[in-house]
């Protein structure tokens, strides 16, 4: 008898139990096993990029920093989209449609980040090559930190591929502090932009990571740090302005001189951005949603025959490429108040306009996430902020000489030396330069403006600054996550 | 199976007449009718009914070891020759307990037969062993081979239907070859609630394979005491499968075949709109659309689709045994059209059970089953049916295709369809059983389930043209041509060890065990277009003939999509079972399981499964003699925990994505790119389910009244569902992670009563049985928050009709509440309302009291689950007759008219819409008529009372009289015509109440599926 059940056992043992029940999935890469080689780090680290296509990484898909903006209503057709109306008037509440979208999305680009960030320096490969990966991966957790940091303040701070399902909020001021590390990390190991082979351009460059960085200081206040990395971007001779204004934004810019960071779109649906889908032109050609749509009060920003405005804002008749844009059907053309004042006009964002005459085409559209006028205009509000308004008009009157498309008779050169002045012009410029690019509503609440700007349109000083952290992930924090002031 | 007695006789096996058959038949007759022997004996005799000491009549008498007997005269007298070497009789009569007698030496004998009553040392088959009936101390249930006749189907489960109390089976859909949902006690957890089935010992997950013919019996393991011994796969209950032998049967071959044919046709069809009452409402909706109603064409689409259809079964076994051991050979062949043209199934199945006698200890043996089959699958034409405007025409004048407005024309899509499925199956195991020391029987059984599974699915091109000639939408521009094999292979090795002993008062019945078992599964599909000719020789992904016309160029790679994916997974457990009894009175039953999963990480693949059970057998106690009437009296109950292990367990690895996706360079190229995919959840386990069992058995009046009463109690916990992550984790929006986090709980009582008896020559058997359900969702998620709903029953517009809460049952339909009919503007201004609605528009209520109308007064407005499932069974015997019916039904579930509900576009209308609103005060149920919107959102409009009693089967049989019999040399030869689904009471409009779904949480909506056909067939059976 004995022998029976020690045969019985001895089998057991024999197989090995613990071995038998080791079984990997098959066909399937796991975690584990990934990435290990030098062919999987460059896999992890263009999958960093391709977040930056994802639809919701603009905001959850809509652009509704501009329809918090005095730039941008919601536009579309006014049955389309109703959940994003809330934006316009400022009474978007912590369930607001987009929020979370953004929000998982931006932590979907760090987690992609932070597998090249804590794997990657760990495979045996050319050591160069191994470097500039996790530098590219830093700078773009840094992008997507900056964007959380900007938009809803303090946030958990994830630098692990396997962060604890509870996690506090940092305070914006230790975010801060790691997108700096990041960005200083990056500056040290990438290349400048010439230096990248034409298949690799589009990658995150040295001046990408200043140009970001002058941006982050500017956020703080910190106009001497964001002074020396502006003028570091400027000073490397990497950039230049696009001499035709449209190119900056435009398919004959793109990753052209102009440049210094942006998202690289096929026109198909598969490689290319619906970001400018969202905005494209509704109805006739039938090019997208048409979100984001000028309103009065952008087009009365633009000094009088500034060519800016018509590249900002489509209109109804307008002819691009040939096509007669015609619009939407069920939209009205013009939109009154009681009073009969007009309130808006059916008009499209100009800048995401990609040549084509259908929806697919409109993919195409590489967003400029940071161009060399944005680091012009930033180098001159930094200087003028650091008591130095010579050299920053300098710089402002080179993107209004651009501006200019040299017609002498529009956009004189500013020479105003007041600081208080000085910043209200640059301030100014950036609004018309940069309009419908998504700065706006940033500008006008680093700088303080905000409250005497949108208040007529509901923003409530101390609450307004910060989006709401989504309500879904208050829920599901099940008390680690508080919310911000007032909301 | 019953180790007291030798094997009783089958006294039934059913089939029917085929001149092919028969003529085979009349062959083996004549061959064997050649035998005669020399020294003869001659018996005479007379039987007697051991109760009452009448004479019976009919009664069969078989020669031991022979394919020769006779039968009692009116008088109950009988006389038979017995060859030399013959001695035993064996005396069997419907509704008594087989007898055999030792004859030797003797002449002259009488005989009484007792009325059957389920023996209390019956021996009942349990997971790896048999306990004497006496002992069992869990709930379990028993099909008897007969029983699984009653129905012909490729499925066996479909004859348990109304025949175990406790177990619900419902159609999913009536296409030949679809499997039914089997549910035991409930609805267990939101993943699969299907049951496993052990087949002589081989554990599978479904039991198509299987001829009814071939077996022997089957028992439903319902609670923690029968289930245990299966551990993390026993949650859903287990079904045991016996197949035959040929073990008890000596001597000359015992040869059965039988046969039966029967047509299929639709039970009933939906009332639909005619063509001009069509055009009515169609000129109500949009004045003007015909004009003049009286002259639109009038098609009945349900009529040109559905058609009768033949469904034919035939079997031929061969069994018998010796000393040396038995063998039972048998081949089956079942073959059905469906009711829909290009539906069918046809399966061939080659059944081999051998044992041999190594020599008095070591015995050896096999049961395979090869089981070939080939299936044809319809498209989904029931849907266009429904929907198929009833004035257009099937055809043109040409005999063409006519065009059917937004759906197809269903004709046109069965003509282009070619969707077939064909394969083999192989199951079965070998063993060896040594016993040891007499009472140690150690066996070893290694066991294999295999299949291949070859798939092929061709459209030609084609186009449906619109009356002027140009394209309609329902065209293909070029061919298609899909291909998918798939193969599957499991290995099961199983070692245990049983005691059985027993010594003065004390009984031990005892097992222990090793199992060890892989599965592995794996397919490979590729698809192309444009086959370079339509017909079958070409219907292959071969580059060479898969041609881009408009390039003229061999496109291969454009047009060719290959996929391969495989699975596998392994698994050991260690299994005991002590059964102890004390006086034949008090039984205790332990039971403890241990599976070691590869599906789960290492921390957690051990689980450990353990029950423990109690049983009084009362009627042995002295107080009870006193106590006339009671024959039969125990109380049982049992408590223990089992796992459900049929879990999507890959959830558990943290996957990696790969794509071409990054865009980079100049120009924009796009760039292969990879990284870490959604999380897995290392932590993932089996679910597991916690069940308790108080049940009474009781018979009265030599058990001619039988009882059984079980109260059942089972909560599920730890069931996988996917809930939403903080963002932080990086998994992106809307991805989900599986947890083990969800509880549902179920409850109820079961019962089965049953009363035989014999009023002179009539022998008959009532039995009703039933189940009450409770089904509750104890926890989901967090139970707060954005988890705490999982929403479910999605329609094909994308509307979701089901939610899953605490607090309510699993899949429970949701919608808005109706409290009649807008009457006229003033009530519509008066009342909330969605911005849709109009006067003569459906009322929908403001449940939340808001005084707004939107989406938060959606509410739950039914139940898929039944209240009530039950059966009611009728078996009679009269003289060479007999008969039997089964009534199967269900209380108190509600049905979602999805098909109903998805209206994009104008679609035929059901008979009601008749009584539309069409002004103040005409109707204040049935909304004015529109194509579809607002009131079609899904509201408790769409949802009908799913009660039901259906005509499950009916039997009437002829048994041969014994002279004709004895004449032809056969033991048995019955004719009998059956008919299943004869009708069904219920109050629903569809094709059938019974809305199955593999899905728990897509249950009972009717989303057009294939109707269940009605069968009569005619069948002969016999044996010699």
């Known amino acids: 008898m004995k022998r029976f059940f020690s045969v019985l056992f001895l089998t057991a043992i024999f197989l090995g139990c613990e071995g038998f029940l080791d079984v990997n999935p098959q066909g399937e890469l796991t975690q584990e096993s990934f990435p290990v080689s030098a062919s999987d780090a460059l896999l992890a680290t263009n999958w960093v990029y391709s977040t930056l296509r994802v639809w919701n990484y603009h905001t959850g898909g809509f652009p509704f920093l501009e329809f918090l903006s005095d730039d941008g209503a919601k536009g579309s057709n006014p049955n389309d989209g109703v959940d994003q109306a809330p934006y316009d008037n400022f009474t978007h509440a912590t369930t607001q449609d987009g929020l979370d979208r953004w929000w998982n999305t931006l932590y979907l680009g760090i987690r992609r980040a932070n597998v090249v960030i804590e794997n990657v320096p760990l495979i045996q490969m050319d050591e160069d090559l191994r470097a500039r990966y996790v530098a590219e991966a830093k700078f773009l957790r840094a992008s997507f930190y900056f964007d959380l940091v900007r938009g809803f303040g303090g946030v958990p701070i994830v630098t692990t591929t396997n962060p604890p399902i509870k996690l506090a909020r940092a305070t914006s001021q230790e975010v801060y502090e790691l997108i700096e590390t990041d960005l200083l990390d990056a500056i040290d190991v990438l290349p400048v932009k010439s230096a990248y082979a034409t298949e690799d351009i589009g990658r995150a460059t040295k001046g990408g990571a200043q140009a970001l960085l002058a941006k982050v200081y500017l956020f703080q206040n910190d106009f001497e740090n964001a002074e020396d990395y502006a003028l570091a971007v400027i000073t490397s001779n990497e950039y230049d302005l696009e001499s035709n204004f449209y190119h900056a934004n435009g398919p004959e810019g793109e990753q052209g001189v102009e440049s210094v960071f942006e998202i690289g779109a096929a026109a198909d649906r598969t490689a290319g951005n619906q970001y400018a889908n969202t905005q494209g032109v509704r109805g006739t050609p039938n090019r997208g949603w048409g979100f984001n749509r000028p309103t009065i009060d952008l087009r009365n920003a633009f000094e009088d025959g500034d060519p800016r405005e018509q590249a900002t804002i489509i209109e109804l008749g307008d002819v691009i490429d040939d096509i007669t844009i015609l619009g939407d059907g069920p939209t009205p053309d013009v939109t009154m108040d009681e009073e009969g004042n007009v309130i808006e006009i059916e008009s499209y964002n100009r800048k995401v306009w990609y040549p084509g005459n259908n929806t697919n085409t409109q993919f195409g559209h590489n967003r400029r996430l940071i161009r060399y006028a944005d680091v012009l205009l930033m180098a001159a509000e930094a200087l003028n902020e650091n008591d130095q308004p010579g050299q920053a008009l300098v710089y402002l009157n080179l993107v209004r000489e651009r501006a200019r498309q040299g017609d002498p008779g529009i956009l004189p050169d500013i020479t105003e030396t007041d600081k208080d002045l000085l910043r209200d012009i640059i301030i100014q410029e950036r609004r018309v330069e940069l309009a419908m690019e998504g700065h706006r509503f940033w500008d006008l609440v680093r700088t303080g403006k905000a409250p005497e700007v949108l208040g007529p349109l509901g923003f409530i000083e101390g609450k307004h600054e910060l989006l709401p952290v989504p309500q879904s992930e208050i829920d599901l924090s099940q008390g680690s996550l508080e919310q911000n002031p007032m909301w | 199976m019953n180790l007291d007695t030798t094997q009783p006789m089958p006294s039934q096996q059913r089939s029917l007449t085929s001149t092919f058959f028969f003529g085979l038949l009349g062959l083996i007759l004549f061959s064997s009718a050649n035998s005669t022997a020399y020294a003869q004996t001659e018996i005479t005799g007379t039987v007697y009914d051991a109760e009452t000491l009448e004479t019976l009549p009919g009664v069969n008498i078989l020669i031991k070891g022979t394919a020769r007997g006779t039968s009692t005269d009116p008088e109950g007298n009988f006389r038979v020759t017995l060859q030399e070497g013959e001695t035993i009789l064996v005396f069997s009569f419907l509704g008594f307990e087989t007898l055999e007698v030792d004859v030797t030496g003797r002449t002259e004998?009488?005989?009484?037969?007792?009325?059957?009553?389920?023996?209390?040392?019956?021996?009942?088959?349990?997971?790896?062993?048999?306990?004497?009936?006496?002992?069992?101390?869990?709930?379990?249930?028993?099909?008897?081979?007969?029983?699984?006749?009653?129905?012909?189907?490729?499925?066996?489960?479909?004859?348990?239907?109304?025949?175990?109390?406790?177990?619900?089976?419902?159609?999913?859909?009536?296409?030949?070859?679809?499997?039914?949902?089997?549910?035991?006690?409930?609805?267990?957890?939101?993943?699969?609630?299907?049951?496993?089935?052990?087949?002589?010992?081989?554990?599978?997950?479904?039991?198509?394979?299987?001829?009814?013919?071939?077996?022997?019996?089957?028992?439903?393991?319902?609670?923690?005491?029968?289930?245990?011994?299966?551990?993390?796969?026993?949650?859903?209950?287990?079904?045991?499968?016996?197949?035959?032998?040929?073990?008890?049967?000596?001597?000359?071959?015992?040869?059965?075949?039988?046969?039966?044919?029967?047509?299929?046709?639709?039970?009933?069809?939906?009332?639909?709109?005619?063509?001009?009452?069509?055009?009515?409402?169609?000129?109500?909706?949009?004045?003007?659309?015909?004009?003049?109603?009286?002259?639109?064409?009038?098609?009945?689409?349900?009529?040109?689709?559905?058609?009768?259809?033949?469904?034919?079964?035939?079997?031929?076994?061969?069994?018998?045994?010796?000393?040396?051991?038995?063998?039972?050979?048998?081949?089956?062949?079942?073959?059905?059209?469906?009711?829909?043209?290009?539906?069918?199934?046809?399966?061939?199945?080659?059944?081999?059970?051998?044992?041999?006698?190594?020599?008095?200890?070591?015995?050896?043996?096999?049961?395979?089953?090869?089981?070939?089959?080939?299936?044809?699958?319809?498209?989904?034409?029931?849907?266009?049916?429904?929907?198929?405007?009833?004035?257009?025409?099937?055809?043109?004048?040409?005999?063409?295709?006519?065009?059917?407005?937004?759906?197809?024309?269903?004709?046109?899509?069965?003509?282009?369809?070619?969707?077939?499925?064909?394969?083999?199956?192989?199951?079965?195991?070998?063993?060896?059983?040594?016993?040891?020391?007499?009472?140690?029987?150690?066996?070893?059984?290694?066991?294999?389930?295999?299949s291949l599974n070859r798939a092929r699915n061709f459209t030609p091109a084609f186009t449906v043209f619109n009356p002027d000639g140009t394209a309609s939408q329902q065209n293909n521009d070029f061919s298609d041509i899909f291909k998918r094999e798939s193969f599957n292979y499991n290995w099961?090795?199983?070692?245990?060890?049983?005691?059985?002993?027993?010594?003065?008062?004390?009984?031990?019945?005892?097992?222990?065990?090793?199992?060890?078992?892989?599965?592995?599964?794996?397919?490979?599909?590729?698809?192309?277009?444009?086959?370079?000719?339509?017909?079958?020789?070409?219907?292959?992904?071969?580059?060479?003939?898969?041609?881009?016309?408009?390039?003229?160029?061999?496109?291969?790679?454009?047009?060719?999509?290959?996929?391969?994916?495989?699975?596998?997974?392994?698994?050991?457990?260690?299994?005991?079972?002590?059964?102890?009894?004390?006086?034949?009175?008090?039984?205790?039953?332990?039971?403890?399981?241990?599976?070691?999963?590869?599906?789960?990480?290492?921390?957690?693949?051990?689980?450990?499964?353990?029950?423990?059970?109690?049983?009084?057998?009362?009627?042995?106690?002295?107080?009870?003699?006193?106590?006339?009437?009671?024959?039969?009296?125990?109380?049982?109950?049992?408590?223990?925990?089992?796992?459900?292990?049929?879990?999507?367990?890959?959830?558990?690895?943290?996957?990696?994505?790969?794509?071409?996706?990054?865009?980079?360079?100049?120009?924009?190229?796009?760039?292969?790119?990879?990284?870490?995919?959604?999380?897995?959840?290392?932590?993932?386990?089996?679910?597991?389910?916690?069940?308790?069992?108080?049940?009474?058995?009781?018979?009265?009046?030599?058990?001619?009244?039988?009882?059984?009463?079980?109260?059942?109690?089972?909560?599920?916990?730890?069931?996988?569902?996917?809930?939403?992550?903080?963002?932080?984790?990086?998994?992106?929006?809307?991805?989900?992670?599986?947890?083990?986090?969800?509880?549902?709980?179920?409850?109820?009582?079961?019962?089965?009563?049953?009363?035989?008896?014999?009023?002179?020559?009539?022998?008959?058997?009532?039995?009703?049985?039933?189940?009450?359900?409770?089904?509750?969702?104890?926890?989901?998620?967090?139970?707060?928050?954005?988890?705490?709903?999982?929403?479910?029953?999605?329609l094909a517009n994308g509307q979701s009709v089901t939610r899953s809460v605490v607090g309510r049952p699993i899949g429970a339909f949701f919608g808005y509440k109706t409290d009649g009919i807008f009457q006229n503007q003033a009530e519509l201004d008066a009342y909330p309302h969605l911005s849709q609605a109009g006067v003569g528009d459906l009322r929908f209520v403001d449940v939340n009291g808001d005084g707004i109308l939107n989406g938060e007064d959606r509410t739950f407005i039914g139940s898929p689950i039944p209240d009530f499932v039950y059966g009611f069974n009728l078996d009679l015997y009269y003289k060479n007759f007999d008969v039997s019916i089964g009534l199967q039904g269900q209380i108190g579930n509600e049905i979602f008219n999805g098909k109903n509900v998805v209206r994009p576009d104008p679609y035929n209308f059901e008979q009601h819409v008749w009584d539309r609103w069409t002004g103040e005060g005409t109707s204040n149920s049935e909304p004015r008529a529109t194509y579809g919107g607002y009131n079609f959102l899904p509201s408790d409009r769409f949802i009908h009372d799913g009660s039901f009693l259906r005509l499950r089967s009916i039997i009437i049989g002829y048994q041969l009289p014994t002279s004709v019999k004895s004449r032809l040399k056969l033991q048995d030869a019955r004719f009998y015509v059956k008919a299943n689904n004869l009708f069904t009471i219920t109050k629903y409009t569809g094709y059938t109440p019974e809305i199955g779904s593999q899905s728990v949480i897509a249950n009972g909506i009717d989303t057009g599926i294939y109707p269940i056909a009605r069968v009569i067939s005619f069948g002969f059976n016999t044996s010699f």
């Open chain 2, 109 to 450: 004998i009488e005989v009484q037969l007792r009325t059957v009553i389920g023996t209390l040392d019956e021996m009942v088959v349990v997971g790896y062993g048999v306990v004497k009936k006496r002992d069992v101390t869990g709930a379990i249930g028993r099909v008897s081979s007969e029983e699984l006749d009653n129905v012909t189907s490729l499925n066996v489960e479909q004859s348990l239907q109304g025949k175990v109390s406790g177990v619900q089976i419902t159609s999913v859909s009536g296409a030949p070859g679809a499997a039914a949902a089997v549910r035991i006690r409930g609805v267990g957890t939101f993943n699969d609630s299907s049951p496993i089935y052990v087949v002589d010992g081989v554990i599978l997950n479904d039991i198509s394979f299987l001829n009814s013919a071939d077996i022997e019996s089957m028992e439903i393991l319902k609670d923690a005491s029968a289930t245990a011994i299966y551990g993390s796969r026993g949650a859903n209950g287990v079904v045991l499968v016996q197949t035959k032998s040929g073990s008890g049967i000596v001597g000359e071959p015992r040869v059965q075949f039988s046969t039966e044919t029967g047509i299929q046709q639709i039970e009933r069809t939906i009332d639909l709109l005619n063509g001009r009452e069509y055009a009515i409402i169609a000129n109500e909706i949009r004045s003007g659309s015909y004009n003049n109603v009286d002259a639109v064409p009038n098609t009945d689409w349900q009529d040109l689709v559905f058609d009768t259809a033949p469904i034919q079964n035939h079997q031929l076994s061969v069994s018998g045994g010796s000393e040396r051991g038995d063998y039972y050979v048998s081949v089956g062949y079942f073959q059905q059209e469906g009711i829909i043209e290009k539906s069918s199934y046809e399966r061939l199945t080659i059944k081999l059970n051998n044992t041999y006698k190594l020599n008095k200890k070591i015995k050896i043996g096999n049961n395979l089953t090869i089981a070939p089959y080939k299936q044809q699958i319809a498209p989904n034409a029931t849907f266009a049916v429904y929907r198929a405007q009833p004035l257009l025409e099937p055809f043109y004048d040409d005999g063409s295709f006519g065009v059917v407005y937004n759906v197809g024309n269903p004709l046109a899509d069965i003509e282009y369809s070619n969707n077939e499925n064909s394969g083999t199956r192989l199951v079965g195991n070998v063993f060896a059983d040594a016993i040891i020391r007499n009472d140690f029987l150690l066996r070893s059984s290694f066991g294999v389930d295999a």
């Open chain 2, 492 to 794: 099961l090795w199983e070692n245990t060890l049983s005691y059985i002993k027993e010594f003065d008062k004390h009984s031990i019945n005892a097992v222990g065990g090793l199992s060890m078992q892989q599965t592995r599964s794996e397919f490979l599909q590729l698809s192309g277009q444009n086959v370079i000719r339509d017909g079958e020789d070409f219907w292959y992904v071969n580059s060479s003939y898969i041609i881009d016309e408009a390039n003229g160029i061999n496109n291969l790679q454009a047009n060719t999509n290959g996929v391969n994916d495989a699975n596998y997974f392994n698994m050991i457990s260690f299994l005991g079972r002590v059964v102890y009894t004390y006086n034949q009175k008090y039984v205790a039953t332990l039971t403890y399981r241990a599976d070691g999963s590869s599906k789960f990480a290492k921390e957690n693949r051990w689980g450990y499964f353990p029950s423990v059970a109690f049983a009084w057998n009362i009627d042995q106690e002295k107080f009870m003699e006193s106590i006339s009437g009671i024959s039969n009296l125990k109380v049982r109950t049992s408590w223990g925990i089992i796992g459900n292990e049929k879990i999507e367990y890959l959830r558990r690895f943290s996957g990696v994505n790969s794509d071409i996706l990054a865009v980079l360079g100049f120009p924009d190229t796009p760039y292969n790119a990879a990284t870490y995919g959604r999380s897995g959840n290392p932590d993932l386990q089996w679910e597991s389910t916690t069940q308790m069992d108080v049940g009474m058995e009781i018979g009265f009046m030599e058990n001619n009244l039988t009882m059984e009463i079980d109260y059942y109690n089972r909560t599920t916990s730890d069931i996988l569902i996917d809930l939403t992550t903080p963002g932080h984790l990086g998994n992106g929006q809307g991805q989900r992670i599986t947890f083990n986090a969800a509880e549902v709980q179920n409850k109820g009582i079961e019962f089965n009563v049953e009363w035989q008896d014999r009023v002179g020559e009539m022998a008959y058997s009532v039995n009703l049985l039933g189940n009450t359900i409770h089904n509750e969702v104890q926890t989901i998620g967090g139970n707060s928050g954005i988890d705490s709903v999982l929403v479910g029953g999605f």
